[in-house]
């Protein structure tokens, strides 16, 4: 019964545009062959499943988001499919308000692992496919891999508090990343990237675009309560 399943179960990724008529070419990279995802493996859940299909990923320089999922009548995942990063296309804007470049992060990468519940409750993993149509990031960039980030990826506290004062004396974001890798004993402990902290200075702007001279009139007030 689960092989008839099987067969009819197609990998499929939301929204996924119509390739160019360009040809895109696959390569396989070269790695050890013990860490090869093999058909066959067996894990508890999926959040083995999926540590185990991004320490691979990792290793090899690519980074990888939850695809499609197909759930039984219980609402319990019975297929669960995990593809690379760059899959697909994205579709054209249609907003022409928008005045800002977006870089293109799909390839069309049909790099991608399934796994499927088994009767005992377990996640074997039966589909696999490697082949990679983009470059991999180097090692000394494979953790900024964005899944590889974890979940405070991006600009979190901590980086604000450091970012703030550099900000203050006209430092400008890509600076401020350089000193706070010095600050934090090298890139692979930031967590965040130049443009994260752009993309922060962008956002704080726009956001305090239409109140900056209420909030200057509103800091006097307060000094004033405190020394009237």
């Known amino acids: 019964m689960e092989a008839t399943e099987e067969e009819g179960e197609q990998h499929q990724t939301p929204d996924k545009c119509k390739s160019p008529p360009h040809v895109v070419k696959e390569w396989i990279p070269i790695y050890e062959e013990e860490l090869k995802p093999r058909e066959g493996l067996e894990f508890a859940n999926l959040e083995e499943c999926e540590k185990f299909y991004k320490s691979y990923s990792h290793f090899i320089g690519f980074s990888i988001r939850k695809s499609t999922s197909k759930k039984n009548k219980e609402g319990v995942p019975k297929y669960k499919y995990y593809a ?7 579709r054209s804007s249609t ?3 928008c005045n800002r470049k977006v870089k293109l992060t799909r390839e069309d990468c049909n790099t ?29 960039k494979r953790h900024m891999l964005h899944s590889n ?3 405070n990826r991006g600009v979190n506290s901590v980086h604000r508090t450091l ?7 006209n430092i400008d974001p890509s600076k401020a990343h350089c ?6 004993g090298g890139s692979q402990n930031v967590g965040c990237s130049k443009q ?3 993309n922060f200075q962008r956002d704080l702007k726009a956001f305090i675009k239409d109140s900056n001279a209420q909030m200057f ?5 307060g000094k004033q309560k405190m020394h009237p």
């Open 84 to 90: 690379c990063s760059k899959q697909g296309f994205r």
């Open 95 to 97: 907003n022409v308000k």
């Open 112 to 140: 991608m692992v399934g796994f499927r519940r088994t009767n005992n409750g377990r996640y074997v993993l039966f589909r696999f496919h490697e082949g990679q149509t983009h470059e991999l990031a180097t090692p000394s």
């Open 149 to 151: 980030r974890g979940v």
């Open 163 to 169: 970012f703030k004062p550099l900000t203050c004396v």
């Open 179 to 184: 000193i706070i890798n010095e600050q934090v």
């Open 196 to 198: 994260d902290l752009k």
């Open 217 to 221: 009139i509103e800091n006097f007030k």
